[in-house]
């Protein structure tokens, strides 16, 4: 059957058809008034998003090139910086610190398990000569579900005095409570196909004053990504590249769908969704992969002891239409993981439970309680 | 009136319904089977459309993501680059080599003269130590008007045996012949808004197999620009970083009209345009800007003597709702352009010059033969 896709990956997230309907508009120059207008309305929809006074920078790329740009444009040759990595995503940034030459001290975690945000403290304690340029982290870790404790750790950067916090919030913002500035959050990058419930194409990156300051010492070569351009530009309502026009479009419909909805419900309605496929999972006794207590708002990794993973979401999109994620890397068949971010309600969320019950029954692997993951969900979603 | 916009600049160019509907559906997984049959499939029609065997990438990005990509993958620290400047974006390729650390000789011409291909045989067989490492040029200088001779100065590249011909195919491709593999070009970069008829957001660049050689060696510092890692996923029909999904639904669309249309039709359409709009200009006494015989096929730059460029180019659009493009830096007010580029029949040519005339005439500034463009066109578009 054709056109009954649903998404519940952690990207790209359901879009609204307002914001699909929106971007299918036929384009506009982008050197425009009716382009410079949507540029500076939504300049001022992303700072709100954002909760900081700072210009967030829109460019047409992924996340990983908004967070590439952010790395890249406050550090120079041989800076240290400190990455914590517990997942892909935080060995993504390793490995990005690494391809500019810079020096990289890592503090890991087993994958699954959250960064300790003592380690931080230790290592950022320990730096009295204030080699420590930047600590570069993932806030919601999409590969393991496992949401870092970022408040906790930007203190611990606020503390030392000189190091910027560079913050991964691909699949946080939006999803949770992100207060850039009363964080003190130097530098926060994220992408359109998550949160923003809008498709791939555009990243965002904000950044505090302390970022810009360091913006100015900053000599690693970079051009498309030279966040300076992008500032100039935006101070004019306009960007320093033909932008992608009609993501622009869909950005602005989004933003306003958020607005409408509010920050407050946002973040609990994520929230709800965290609990009620937790509750659900515990109850059709499929293990949590991310330790208990950590697990993140936007994505819920299940670790299905004895059953192959990745057979079960071929299952439950072969027979319902609902696209689960994979595990990454050696968590392929080891887990599948639920999206629960962006445009989702809490019907999807019901609904991609019933779904999985109603596979693990065909397949022969339930438990023999089917119908208790619908239940548990179900007093979730009704507190 | 609203929605009656027409595109008449280099970009973005107008986007046929087909192309705005595929773009319109929802997204899908970057990671599904049903995307990767996309991803296989476009990546055959960029070939067909770039004549060549080598794969072309996509990356969310501009124009100048891919022309940086492609400069910044196939050199290294240091490295001698021969650069043509005749407009801005010949300014920009000097702009990234310098930002890159490289060594950069530039070939200039005054914006509105072709760059002279004996200036580049003369440079190349005078390295005698094969100290040029790549010559970077851009082919149709869309701030200008002017097309290059791109196969004559890459015959010379070819001749001097080491460097690499490194091209801005951004508004040449999909609108003359750049038949990469016969001309021996060794990297061509692109972006979606222009010949390829739908929205910007995605970049594209091909590598030849001598260019993959120079990957091999490249040591300037990059990862979301970083090729191999692009190349490395196409080969699995993928991508490395989240791609622009719906831009891949539209670039699908877009390329199996223009393989319905045809290449040669596609260039000839192109060059009646190039030929109707000059001609028109001529005939309504309006001094066109790049020299004669080398005006580009994707648009005609006109520098109006003695009347304000801008101001006739904001009635355009004020009384016919038909936006043309303006001027760059110090030809702001000097220059407009017309662009003819991309989704444009006859009846937008028609219609573009039958507008200008009739402003003209509005503003008390036509010669007094109104209509004398028209009929110019009309005989070029008859041909």
Known sequence: MQDKLTLMIPGPTPVPETVLKAMGRHPIGHRSADFQA????????????HQTESTVLAMAGSGTSA???????????????????????GERWVKVAQAYGLQVQVIKAEWGQPLDPEAFRTALEADT?????????????????????????????KAHGTALTIADCVTSLGACNVPMDAWGLDVVGSGSQKGYMMP??????????????AYGRSDLPKFY?????????????SNPFTPPVNLYFALEAALEMMQAEGLDNIFARHERHRRATQA???????????????????????????????????EVKN???????????????????????????????????????????????????????????????AR
Chains 1, 2 share one sequence.
């Not at 949507?38 to 998003?49: A, D, F, G, N, P």
């Open 38 to 49: 949507i540029v500076k309305r939504t300049t001022e929809q992303l700072r709100w998003l």
């Open 67 to 89: 967070m590439e740009a952010g790395i890249i444009n406050v550090l120079s040759k041989g800076d240290t910086v400190l990455c914590g990595d517990n997942g892909k995503f």
């Open 129 to 157: 000569g204030k080699a420590i340029k930047a600590v570069i982290l993932t806030h919601s870790e999409t590969s393991t579900g496992v949401i870092n404790d970022l408040q906790t750790i930007a203190a611990h950067v």
């Open 200 to 213: 791939p194409g555009l990243g965002f990156v904000a950044m505090s004053d302390r970022a810009w300051e």
């Open 225 to 237: 990504l030279d966040l300076g351009k992008y500032r100039k530009s935006a101070a004019q309502d």
């Open 280 to 314: 659900a999972m515990k109850a059709m006794g499929l293990p949590l992969y991310a330790s208990e207590g950590h697990g993140s708002p936007a994505i819920t990794a299940v670790a299905p002891n004895g059953i192959d993973a990745e057979s079960l979401r071929k």
């Open 319 to 381: 027979r319902f239409d609902i696209l689960l994620a994979g595990g990454q890397d050696h968590l392929k068949g080891k887990v599948f993981r639920i999206g629960h971010l962006g445009f989702v309600a809490d019907r999807d969320v019901l609904t991609a439970v019933a779904a999985i019950e109603a596979t693990l029954q065909a397949l022969g692997l339930d438990s023999g309680s089917t119908g208790a993951g619908v239940a548990a969900a179900a007093v979730e979603l």
